[in-house]
């Protein structure tokens, strides 16, 4: 096993061991170098935003002054400036106004009081008992990502809530900074001296440092990127990279992909920015890269479980199974319930020599259809035809079953894939004269190579088969008279047989 996937491992095993807390594995372990199906879509990360003072620069101002000392970024104009992508007609004066009213809240519940618990509440205050702010799940909606209309909706999910409330502080010059977690962010008041964390997807409930270091299960790192105080350029660094998961989700890969590498570039420590350029590069099949991307994810942060899932299918998807299944075993090892890799693993380890593949990563190029080769004589002997046929029901009786093939002593074999809807025990019915083969993968199903004289052989195969596309294999032969062969698929949770044309397909241009 390679050292990255080795460490991984180990790392897993610590994290896995009762009472064991994985800290200094996560600190010490070696960088995953990068090794080598459609990938699967992970969920991006929701981190912070933007405020607004035309004095300070937004987004795309330079990075640092002439002295080398970054320059100040305004949250909410950064946000606004994104937004306008999406929102052409955006309406800046009326956002400015709301957030101005805002603003205004804060300073009527706070009045002259110097609690930093009063202070640091008000922010929640506003948005959700004054404001009546709604938390949402939904990441990939940009209408709940953009703050011109969060703040019309009154409605968005942790990084645009976090927008609203951070530019507020930033308009106020109150010490309130964005935290990062895995997948998540909140806002949190850091004086110096006190430093309390709020919750925005729970109406700000204050969470405690500890609580924070807990939900990363031991692998927090001092130099970690995650429970750090985000500055505003950082935070509009996060808004990009969920514009670009935004636009993944609905397919625009360019956009997407211009989005999620400047993310990387403007924040090379964030793990989910590399994790989903590694979804997109897997998803345009370029899987080098891709691994490269998910490999240096997990090197910022082991425990990214999304990031181990398609680092697998992008090794599984470039031919390197041995590679995947060792990173299914790490996946499994610090989540055994997870489902998708418990779904992978076993049509991977079904299928390692007959090379199955899950439904969500079919083979390239699939066509309706198996290809069909015809031969002279009933042990393939002489190729006379190839084509593609929709389903395996002939009674070609005593003609010749295609142009150039004898009507007698002829041989047929079909090959491409089955695709299989869902785990269960499937049957394999057959009506055959003459002879008749089935494989799924490398398993035989059927096997009746013999003559049936004058009426035909009926019979049946079963094969356990998990959800995904299997390789098939069908061979018949006809020594003479009547020629016919029907194959029907019916599955242990099913009454009726499936319909088997439309789950038979080959790869377009393969032979």
Known sequence: MPPARATRLLLALALALPGASGAACAQDAAPPTPDGERVASARATGDSAIAAAPAVPALDAPAATSDGVP??????????????????????DAARTHLARLVALWRARVGDDPSPAVRARAFADVLFVDERFVAVDAVDDPEALHVDSVLRERRGYCLSLAVVALSMAQRLDEPLFAVALPNHVLVRWDDGSTRIALELLRGGEVVSDDALRDSLGGLWRADSFYLRDLRPREVAALLVHNRGFTELARGDLDAAEADLRRAVRELPELPEAHRNLGVLLGERRRFDEAIAECSRALQLFPGDLDALLNLALCEHA??????????????????????????????????????????????DGLRPGLRGTYFAGTAFERERRTQVDADL????????????????????????????????????????????????????????????????????????????????????????????????????????????????????GKR
């Open 393 to 508: 029901d002939f009674d070609w009786k005593r003609d010749a079953p295609a142009p150039g093939v004898p009507a007698d002593r002829f041989s047929a074999r079909w090959t491409g894939w089955l695709r299989v809807p869902t785990t269960a025990t499937y049957t394999f019915f057959v009506v055959a004269n003459d002879g008749v083969r089935i494989r799924v993968g490398d398993a035989s199903v059927v096997d009746h190579w013999q003559d049936a004289g004058y009426t035909s052989w009926t019979g049946a195969g079963d094969a356990h088969l998990v959800a995904g596309f299997h390789p098939i294999t069908v061979e018949f032969y006809d020594e003479s008279d009547n020629a016919r062969l029907v194959v029907l698929l019916g599955a242990d949770d099913r009454e009726r047989p499936l319909p088997l044309r439309e789950l038979l397909f080959h790869e377009d």
């Open 71 to 92: 320059a100040p970024v305004d949250l909410f104009e950064a946000a606004l400036e994104l937004a306008r992508r999406d929102h052409p007609e955006l309406d800046a």
């Open 318 to 363: 470039s031919g390197d199974a041995a590679a995947a299944l060792d990173d299914l075993d790490v996946l499994l090892l610090l989540d055994p319930s997870h489902a998708r890799g418990r779904e992978l693993e076993l049509a991977w380890r079904a299928g390692a020599a007959g090379a199955a593949r899950p439904l969500d990563d079919p083979p």
